[in-house]
Every structure is written in C-alpha cells, then in structure tokens.
C-alpha cells in the first residue's frame, strides 16, 4: 500500500523551491539559507484519545494532527517551514481501505500546509492491527525573538487570544492555529512569554508560571467564554467559566506582556482576532483569583496520562 | 505520566551548545547557523510490525527506533543533529508500567544518541489501550554533496556495506547506522549515490535504479551473505543467497560508484567496515543476473502493507 499511496502523493503535491529532495528518497532536503535556527515541535494523536473515528470525517482527523502541531509553532511565534507525517494506519477502518483512510487524512491537511505555505516535506506509512495514530513533526523558524514560557515579570499583564471552553464540542477540530497573530505580536516585540492552551487555562498558566518563577492572579469576571462552553454546561453539571478554566484544546495564545504593550496588543486589535487582558503576574508561586492571598487556583485540566 | 516523564528526561539529559531551547517550552530550537541545509527524516515503528514487545528487552526496542532513524540519514551521506521522540505506550504493557516502559525505551536510545552526538530535543508521550508504537524524527545537515537515489550512470559499480540476510535473528535490533561510513564517502567524494537496505536488497535496489533509469546486473556469486543468512536457511527452507537478497532490515549502505572510485573505495578498507562491489548499472530498465538478459530478477523484499 505504501508504493501507491507515494505515487498519489507525489502527484498530488506540488513542489516548492526550499525542497531540495522531496518524495522518494530516503529523506528530504531542504533550504535552509538565511536562517539561523530551526524551531521543532512533534505531536502524535490517536484514536479513542484525540478523537473517535468511527464517528468524524477522516478529513478532520488529519487536519488535527496538522494544527495541533502549527499551534505549537504558533507558541514560539514561529514561522512554519515544513512538516512530515507518519501515519499508522488500521488495516480495517471503520469506513473503506486502509489507503482511502490515508488518502483522507491527507484532504484534511492539505489546505492547512497551503494556507501556512509549509512544505509537505515527507512520511512514513503503516498498517497495522491497532487502531489509527498519526504523528506529525513541524519545523520552522524564528526570525525575531521567540515566545517562550520563561520571562514573565510581575507587572506584567496576562492575556488569552479568543474564547475558552467546550472545545470538544468541534473547535478542537476545526480551530485555526494562531500562527498569524504570533507572527505578527514577535514582529511588533510586543510579546516575549507566551504558549498556546492546549490542555486547559488554568494547567498550561500553571506551567507559564512555573517556567517563569512567578505568581498569577486572575480576574475570574474577564475570562472570555466561548458559546460552546455555555451550551456544554446546560448538561454538563458544571459552569461555563469552569469549562472555559480547565477544558483544554482551545488553541488559543496564553501571553504576557508589560502593561503599555498589553494595551496596544488589546485597544487596536492589532492581531485581527479578539484578545483579553485576565489577569497579571505577581511575585512568589501559584495561581489566585483577584489578588494574592484570595481564593487559590488549582492547575486543572486535561493531564496526559 | 507526562508530567512525571518529563521531569526524569531533564534529569537524564545533558545540555548542548547547539540547543537554545529544549524540553519545557512548545517547541525546541536549535542553533542552525553555518549549515545551508536540514536533512530530515521520520520512521514509525509498531509492536507486532517491527518486533514483539512480549519477547524482547525494551531497550533494544528504543534503540531501533531511532537506528532505523539514523541510517537513513546516513543514507543521505549527513550527519546527525538531533531527533524527536514521540511515544504511544500501552497503558498496562507486558512488563512493568507505562512509565517504567518508557524510561526503558529511553535508555535504548540514549547510548546511540552519544555516539553520535546527537541533540535529544523533545518528544510527546502518550498512552492508550493500543499496542506500543514509537515515532522518531532525525534532523541533520549536509556539508558535501548528499548521496541520492539519483544519479547512477552505466558502467558504475554496485556497492554494499557488510553482510545481508538473516537480520530478523538480532541484526535488526543490534544493528550500528552507517553513519561515519557515509559521512567518509561523500566527504572523499567518492559516492554520491546511495541508500539504505531497509526492505531487501532486490527491493531497495529496484528503487534506487527506478529513480536514477537505469539497470542493473548483479554476480550473484559475490552478494556477501551473513552467518545469520546461512542459520536461518537451516530451517526456513529458503538458500542462505535468497536470505541475503530479500530478508531485509540490514540497514547497510547500498551505492554506487565510479570503477575508479569503486575499487579505491573497496581495495583500501576506507570505511573500516567491508564493502563489496556486486554488480554493475548498465542502460535499460530492471535488474538481471550475470548479464543483461540473463535470469531477471525480480524486486523482492519486504513490501509494507
């Protein structure tokens, strides 16, 4: 299966002047003149854990794969360059042929590489008795400072990009990694500490936090929720604000910045997409809601098992 | 476990001067000044597909996956710079915890990792009810001409490394990438086609004349065959040379070379590994025994499926 898938692929991309050697060696070559490092990130996700594909659109599957690694990229205000993928596919989906499976999910990630203009660089391809994973490594580069999650000063002002919550309600698939809005914050310097929420405000701020050797206290009334937080919670049992703290998978951009970069990033709405002042860095360790000493934050949220 | 995981990583990794960020951030970032290339690869390896977790130490598990890693990017004639480790771990694996497991893979790799100085840059952990499966993704540069799959003129020589056959015995596992070999070759200027034996001799051969159009002729007569080879025919009821031919997972170098580059490259012991000329390209499609229509021979190997 793996000849034939090559040979679709290699029909079905097209081939960009940073690609030395694509498709059909043993490994690509690419251009990396004029830049001084290489930003990577690698993310694997797997059915029954990520998503469930008896019951989604293949295409959707792949296309997470992609974004949740672009997302990544994004966290460091990273252009990206390039990416493989190595799938490991079942042999009997629940819907076609193992290589209709891997057709799919290469539907779902190709708008996603043209959009960004990365390079679909190269792969592997399995079958297997085991249900479906997908890796994905992404590669890119930095040309400004980086966003990192060390650095964040007390006085500095904590900001979320977007809304929160009820991300499994489709968000987590069809989110739009906040490449763009990075790019252009590490343009500006604006920003130097940020991350994206991959597993729930309050779990990745902790880890902000914790990098950075600070305490946070948020402003629980200025979270922005999401509709689907709101619309989980009328049978969830728990608040929208609960859901919008700890869910995960948003994808949004947890960021720091000084106080007059944080009301240029917020007042212009420079990055084209809603941010939020929630709160701000103060000295020692841990998370509160309004001021120190109040009501102490737990890092909750979705923890890798 | 992540969490727990990744603590005992940054304990057990040193630093490099070549990685400015490392685990504990979205991505890494390496230092990637004075090299005008990326070299990257990415291999899967699965439980029942490329060994049997129930029966073998889990090291040598994590060390194939990242060897197999490896020889490809000494299949490219480059040298190794880092590698991304993702894992999906059973959560109740035949031995231990999900965690004692993943320590044990990284023990695997950490030795090859030394040796070839190579940057261990980060990963992502998983588990889930499924069998074990390892991604690795290897990064590396290249400061001569790369060797490709392209470019085999008639009148060269067919070249390999080693001995071929019989790797399912332990060579699969135990094997060394043929790195310094591949780096000393395209540094002299002596090869710049070349790849890997991953899927068989015949199979892997097949390819590389595919993409450079051409034929090959080989003296069946010199294919060097491994101790390995000769015990499994004891009872596989197959000839020590058909095990040589299309076992597979040797992952020894395959080239080819000017006679004049061929004879030095062989006569010398350059590589301090043997190499043995056994056939040659000539013009045309496909490969044959002895002569040109002599006995075809056909691409046989391991096909993934």
């Not at 097209?14 to 690698?42: K, M, P």
């Not at 990544?72 to 042999?91: F, I, K, N, T, Y």
């Not at 008795?129 to 590669?139: E, K, Q, R």
């Not at 950075?212 to 922005?224: F, H, K, Q």
Request: with cysteine; net charge negative; glycine share 10%.
């Amino acid at each position: 299966m793996e000849t034939e898938f090559i040979q679709h692929l290699r029909k079905s991309l097209g081939s960009h002047d940073r690609l030395r050697i694509g498709l059909g060696d043993d490994a690509a070559i690419l251009d990396w003149r004029d830049r001084d490092d290489l930003v990577v990130t690698t993310d694997l996700i797997s059915d029954e854990i990520d998503f469930r594909l008896a019951e989604v659109d293949p295409r959707r599957v792949g296309r997470k794969a992609l974004a949740v690694n672009l997302s990544d990229l994004a966290a460091m205000g990273a252009e990206p360059v390039a990416v493989v993928v190595s799938l490991l596919l079942p042999r009997t989906p629940p819907v076609g042929t193992a290589l209709e499976l891997a057709v799919q999910l290469y539907d779902g990630m190709l708008p996603l590489v043209e959009q960004f203009d990365c390079i679909l660089a190269g792969g592997d391809t399995n079958s297997w008795s085991g249900p479906l994973a997908i890796n994905v490594t992404a590669f890119g580069s930095c040309s400004d400072q980086p966003l990192l999650r060390r650095g964040a000063a007390p006085g500095d002002v904590i900001l979320v990009t977007g809304e929160l919550g009820g991300s499994i309600l489709g968000h987590h698939f069809d989110f739009t990694p906040r490449i763009a809005e990075a790019r252009r914050l590490t343009r500006l310097g604006l920003a130097q500490v940020g991350m994206d929420i991959s597993d729930g405000l309050l779990l990745d701020l902790s880890r902000l936090l914790n990098e950075s050797e600070v305490a946070g206290v948020l402003d629980l009334t200025s979270i922005p929720i999401s509709d689907a937080a709101h619309r989980l919670s009328e049978t969830s049992g728990r608040t929208p604000l609960e859901h919008a703290l700890a869910d995960g998978e948003d994808f949004e951009l947890l960021l720091t910045a000084s106080p007059e970069h944080a009301q240029q990033i917020v007042a212009d709405d420079l990055l084209g997409t809603p941010v939020t002042a929630i709160g701000k860095i103060v000295a020692g360790a841990g998370m509160w809601a309004d001021q120190v000493g109040g009501k102490k934050l737990e890092p909750q949220g979705y923890l890798h098992q």
